[in-house]
T-cell receptor, first 112, second 113 residues
Framework: GQNIDQPTEMTATEGAIVQINCTYQTSGFNGLFWYQQHAGEAPTFLSYNVLDGLEEKGRFSSFLSRSKGYSYLLLKELQMKDSASYLCAVRDPRGSASKIIFGSGTRLSIRP | GAGVSQSPRYKVAKRGQDVALRCDPISGHVSLFWYQQALGQGPEFLTYFQNEAQLDKSGLPSDRFFAERPEGSVSTLKIQRTQQEDSAVYLC???????????FGPGTRLLVL
């Protein structure tokens, strides 16, 4: 079966660092995405990991361990605008389509 | 265009009514995806096109749902005889090719009364 787990909600303080974890059990794996989604808006692409290790992109970093079925998204120097849902998604290469399977998202609230 | 666009942004339908949701992908993007997103959940895959070919429709919840992309660009998701459980945000995404990063449109928020 397909299962992607991430915390439902998190709270952090402006200027701080927060780590959002994601674990997955999927039949196939061909990469992991993180998307940011503000309320009422479309998901926007943040990162893509296909190999183990850390990918850094400005204030955001994403880590992947394929053997553990584990990823995290690290947000540094938090800003109020980072308040959003963060979606972990796995690409499933089975079948004819490059399906992306999404987790339910982690709603991150930033307090001043 | 600069990004994926969808119309209408909001749709209120009476139960039993048919609706049609439109998606304009990024120009030149070969792949197009439709997702359904319930409140507080992540998007769930509905169907996928590569150019005009519908290669996967395994996520369509019932035969009331139908999607097409006749010329390999604009796509329409049609829902017949809408039910209250169809209320959700319908997201369209496109990518440059098979396996590339998907870029999402703003979605159509459908409310069935």
């Amino acid at each position: 079966g397909q299962n992607i787990d991430q915390p439902t909600e998190m709270t952090a303080t402006e200027g701080a660092i927060v780590q959002i974890n994601c674990t997955y059990q999927t039949s196939g794996f061909n990469g992991l995405f993180w998307y940011q989604q503000h309320a009422g808006e479309a998901p926007t692409f943040l990162s893509y990991n296909v190999l183990d290790g850390l990918e850094e992109k400005g204030r955001f970093s994403s880590f992947l361990s394929r053997s553990k079925g584990y990823s995290y998204l690290l947000l540094k120097e938090l800003q109020m605008k980072d308040s959003a849902s963060y979606l972990c998604a796995v690409r499933d290469p089975r079948g004819s389509a490059s399906k992306i399977i999404f987790g339910s998202g982690t709603r991150l609230s930033i307090r001043p | 265009g600069a990004g994926v666009s969808q119309s209408p942004r909001y749709k209120v339908a009476k139960r039993g009514q048919d609706v049609a949701l439109r998606c304009d992908p990024i120009s030149g993007h070969v792949s197009l995806f439709w997702y359904q997103q319930a409140l507080g959940q992540g998007p769930e895959f509905l169907t996928y096109f590569q150019n005009e070919a519908q290669l996967d429709k395994s996520g369509l919840p019932s035969d009331r749902f139908f999607a097409e992309r006749p010329e390999g660009s604009v796509s329409t998701l049609k829902i017949q005889r809408t039910q209250q459980e169809d209320s959700a945000v319908y997201l369209c995404a496109s990518s440059q090719g098979f396996g590339e990063t998907q870029y999402f449109g703003p979605g159509t928020r459908l409310l069935v009364l």
